[in-house]
């Protein structure tokens, strides 16, 4: 069983910055992070595979760094410049298939989220 368990979130200013971890039980997994805003859809944020590529959605780019320590097994959130949109719980996932941000219902394994709320 592979599990996954998050920390970092938390209540910010817009403007500022939070460095979401999460920590996994077995590595060589491809891994990406996702959130879901009240009444809103799950959306993917980010993407990394087990070689190192990532992939980001058009609405993090350029503020939000998705990182990966191999040694410690931890996946990493780097968000910068967050604003009052950014404000959900935010998932870790994980699957041995490439599935990128588009195919989050596949993923066959979740953390339990933390929250990140983001006040103007």
């Known amino acids: 069983r592979v599990e996954l368990v998050e920390s970092g979130g938390g209540s910010v200013q817009a403007g500022e910055s939070l460095t979401l971890s999460c920590k996994f039980s077995?590595?060589?997994?491809?891994r990406a992070w996702f959130r879901q805003a009240p009444d809103k859809e799950r959306e993917g944020v980010a993407a990394?595979?087990?070689?190192?590529?990532?992939t980001y959605a058009e609405s993090v780019k350029g503020r939000f760094t998705v990182s990966k320590d191999t040694d410690k097994k931890i996946l990493y959130l780097q968000m910068d410049n967050l604003k009052p949109e950014d404000t959900a719980m935010y998932y870790c996932?994980?699957?041995?298939?490439?599935?990128?941000?588009?195919?989050?219902?596949?993923?066959?394994?979740w953390g339990q989220g933390t929250q990140v709320t983001v006040s103007s």
């Open positions: 996932a994980a699957d041995p298939r490439k599935l990128g941000l588009s195919r989050g219902n596949e993923y066959q394994h």
């Open positions: 077995t590595f060589g997994l491809n």
């Open positions: 990394i595979e087990s070689a190192g590529q990532s």
